[in-house]
């Protein structure tokens, strides 16, 4: 292998060029397509895993308010730290495909409603106990029960009852649902001893690593767990997780050799930091979007004519651009994309254009008052700046409307879910029923577009329970164009997880379900030698 | 003397009066935020039901009077309660946090205020030569920057280009102080530098001040050296003016660095405070509030006292 090739195969398997970037530049060097192919396995996998070290990470998004207790994660630090002492059932993969955690084997009865669970024998926790059905149960239950709190009582709300003989687990749901396996991999059901019942924020989990320094909203500090039951992971001594909320420290961190990754770097850095020796930036497409929400049930936007100018009156590669810094995808006005499974890539992608907008809303008979849009620089990143955005297309298009910026203190309980359009966001779910159930089902809490059709609602519980890929494919397919046509939600875009990466972490891949490759970096990478 | 200990207890008695009445304005001012700590913590899932039941959980349903003396009565037997949002013991997580805040600020003092003082000295010795201009110029420089400015800037030098220092502040338990000071190098650089002009100006200032007296001329005149004038008469007579701008600079150190922490990640009060203050984390805040409060009123009161002694007109009062 010349060195000019050898070099593009090792800088493509660090992620720092792209899969396609080196089958065109490799090809420019007149290699086929077939053999670059080739090349790039062989670099990635002449990596092999080291042992040993001390593997830190950066992260924005921890507080001084956190707690270890799973059932309450809610923001980035506290689910990576979960993800690194805890484990559940199932995990879902980079590729969007089941992989058995604690649990070995899944199977159901054919109408999706009875589900078994083989649960892992030998493994321990960190205080010794050996896992069981009984402690699966007992976490399951605990978050069934309202006064935890738990960030998953939607999820386990479902099952009607949970039985533990031997190392099986029998969940008994009131209604099939064929995706309660991706469910059991949500980040707040870790099994804990005894549920957690006792002290549900001990830290005392199954995970590679065990606790060792717990200072919420600073440091998180963990060390290997001997008796963990998985060898190919956990290769670190140490690990730790550094709470550092300002991105210029952040960067300068990891610039500095402190941490060997950060989350959340600034889009507007990005190309800046690219530029630096010894770091790599690595983007993820995943589920998360930013929207504009606007209440079906409240005037003017009741009218779907006037939802359907401003749809029309967004520009959504702009923003993808400009808000995102290239680093996402654009959305299509219903919270799927090409990351989650059975996706109907179909579709036709809805454009900016100014005349139908400017039609749907003469159509809409609006008095012509401004149109409100309440949004804090909070809502998610650039939120105002899209805002701004969003307001000049709408004017092209004669639709008036009106930012009003509000505090980010306050701003999820006085106007997100409150006023009738604002702007938000959502991080992915799993799957995509689980995504429509959270947010677009007329009863579920979090309905924050008041959308509430009867139709919608029977094809997604239909859905739920279809086994058949075909069938169940074609009904999210409905869904999707229901929501896109008359639902309450703009989705300008999909963004991108960009991380940057220390030269000397092996091991980093893509994983679209979260950031840090799904809260795992610190458990899957290495420090290499 | 006796008339001295009168004094003092006098003030700290005074002291002890406003921070009662501080305790009231910080509860009630706090009771008064729109928004509770279980609307904070249910966030985007508070359904009326759920916030019922947590309001009753936390205590919240409450009348106001009795759960004021009902803290009241826990800050002074220093039971803060547990906090409300992650369940910690509030006087263990705030002991951590404290104890940090004051390292760092301790710290920084013991660069500046003798920094500060000599160069104050320095200035007036050399009052409007090149040396005072020069003194007054660059520390001047230093306090207009903003402190996040004047941050990344030591950071991109010291840490990121020639790597001297670490960028990050973070110390925990376990490290040794020799590791500890070099973690905080940044920090104090810029704390030093924030809080280097004030202090030295007011010893610029007061000093000027004396030495147009008539007994420093005597002093001259007796045959004694420039920077000994200035060292024994006076700087004991500038000590007033001095003491009181050092305190509240000191004061500033321990409560008004957030911006610092936040920069350097730095785990002091003031980051913590934030945090708890977005999620309506009211036990922490009042806490918080209270020992922010305490630490200014005793500082004031040791400026008061050192002043007093050092002044033999107010040492007797008539």
Not at chain 1, 17 to 29: N, W
Not at chain 1, 340 to 349: E, G, K
Not at chain 2, 53 to 77: A, I, K, S, V
Not at chain 2, 271 to 298: E, N, S
Request: net charge negative.
């Amino acid at each position: 292998m010349s060195n000019e090739l050898k070099y593009l195969a090792e800088q493509t398997a660090k992620g720092r060029m792209s899969r396609r970037e080196f089958v065109g530049r490799t090809s420019a060097l007149g290699v086929s397509a077939a053999l670059a192919g080739a090349m790039l396995g062989s670099a990635a996998r002449a990596e092999e895993p080291v042992k040993g070290g001390k593997l830190s990470a950066g992260m924005q998004g921890g507080e001084s308010t956190n707690t270890l207790d799973p059932a309450l994660a809610a923001s980035e630090v506290p689910f990576a730290v979960n993800m690194t002492w805890g484990e559940t059932l199932v995990e879902v993969n980079e590729k969007g495909e089941l992989s058995m955690r604690l649990a070995e084997e899944v199977s159901s009865s054919p109408d999706a409603t009875q589900w078994k669970f083989k649960i892992r024998q030998g493994v321990t926790f960190h205080n010794g106990a050996t896992m069981t059905a009984e402690d699966v149960v007992a976490t399951l239950k605990r978050h069934t029960d309202e006064k935890s709190q738990s960030g998953a009582l939607g999820i386990v709300q479902g099952i009607a009852d949970m039985k533990a003989e031997g190392d099986m687990v029998t969940l008994t749901l009131t209604s099939g649902n064929a995706d309660l396996p991706f469910l059991m991999a949500d980040y707040h059901l870790i099994i804990q001893p005894g549920g957690g019942v006792d002290n549900p924020a001990a830290g005392i989990g199954t995970g590679p690593y065990s606790v060792t320094e717990n200072q919420p909203g600073v440091r998180h500090g963990f060390t290997r767990y001997a008796g963990y039951w998985d060898p190919s992971i956990g290769h670190a001594d140490e690990v730790e997780i550094l709470v550092i909320n300002d991105n210029t420290a952040r960067t300068a961190a990891l610039q500095s050799g402190q941490i060997h990754m950060m989350n959340r770097v600034d889009p507007k850095i990005v190309e800046l930091l690219k530029g630096v020796p010894g770091i790599s930036i690595h983007s993820a497409a995943g589920r998360g979007h930013y929207v504009f929400i606007m209440h079906c049930d409240k005037e003017p936007f009741a009218n779907n004519d006037l939802r359907m100018a401003l749809k029309y009156a967004i520009k959504r590669q702009e923003m993808v651009d400009k808000i995102l810094g290239g680093y996402g995808s654009i959305g299509n006005d219903f919270p799927i994309n090409a990351a989650y499974p059975l996706f109907d890539d179909t579709i036709p992608q809805r454009e900016y254009d100014a005349a139908k907008a400017a039609e749907y809303y003469k159509k809409s008979g609006h008095d012509g008052s401004p149109i409100v849009l309440q949004v804090a620089a909070g809502a998610f990143p650039g939120a105002i700046e899209a805002a701004q955005l969003f307001q000049q297309s709408a004017q092209a298009a004669g639709i008036p409307l009106e930012i009003k910026r509000e505090p980010d203190d306050g701003y999820w309980s006085n106007v997100w879910n409150v006023a009738p359009f604002c702007a938000s966001y959502w991080g992915g779910r799993p799957v995509q029923d689980q995504m429509y159930s959270t947010a677009y089902l007329s009863t579920a809490d979090w309905n924050d577009t008041k959308f509430y059709d009867k139709h919608f609602d029977e094809v997604l519980i239909a859905a739920r329970a279809e086994l058949d890929q075909t069938k169940r494919k074609a009904m999210y397919s409905e869904l999707a164009h229901i929501l896109r046509d008359t639902g309450g939600v703009i989705v300008p875009m999909f963004n991108d997880w960009v991380e940057a990466v220390s030269d000397k972490v092996g091991g980093w891949f893509a994983d679209p379900n979260g950031e840090l490759m799904d809260g795992k970096a610190l458990v899957k990478c290495w420090l290499k030698a | 003397m006796n008339s001295v200990l009168k004094l003092v207890a006098q003030r700290i008695a005074l002291g002890l009066l406003l921070l009662l009445a501080v305790s009231i304005l910080i509860f009630f001012g706090i009771e008064a935020l729109p928004g509770d700590a279980a609307q904070a913590m249910l966030g985007q899932s508070a359904t009326p039901e759920a916030l019922a039941n947590l309001r009753h959980q936390m205590g919240l349903d409450q009348p106001e009077l009795p759960r004021y003396f009902h803290w009241l009565g826990g800050l002074l037997t220093g039971d803060l309660g547990k906090s409300l949002t992650n369940g910690e013991d509030i006087a263990a997580a705030i002991g951590n946090r404290l104890g940090n805040t004051l390292f760092l600020a301790f710290w920084a003092a013991i660069f500046a205020v003798p920094l500060a003082i000599l160069l104050g000295l320095l200035a007036a010795r050399h009052a409007g030569k090149w040396q005072d201009k020069l003194i007054s110029g660059v520390t001047l420089a230093t306090i207009s920057l903003p402190e996040f400015v004047a941050g990344y800037l030591v950071m991109y030098f010291l840490a990121v280009y020639w790597r001297v220092f670490p960028s990050m502040a973070m110390i925990f338990p376990g490290m040794s102080l020799w590791t500890k000071l070099n973690t905080i190098a940044l920090p104090v650089i810029v704390l030093v530098m924030v809080v280097l002009a004030h202090m030295m100006r007011m010893t610029r200032a007061a000093i000027l001040n004396v030495m147009q007296s008539a007994y420093i001329e005597t002093a001259e005149l007796k045959g004694l050296g420039p920077l000994a004038v200035v060292w024994r008469h006076a700087f004991p007579n500038a000590i007033a003016p001095v003491v009181n701008v050092v305190m509240l600079n000191l004061a500033y150190l321990v409560v008004g660095v957030v911006v610092v922490e936040v920069v350097f990640v730095y785990p002091g009060m003031g980051q913590f405070l934030v945090d708890h203050v977005a999620k309506r984390d009211l036990p922490v805040v009042q806490a918080c509030g209270m020992i922010f409060a305490a630490v200014y009123i005793g500082l004031n009161i040791l400026a008061d006292v050192i002043s007093i002694l050092a002044n033999p007109r107010l040492r007797h009062p008539k």
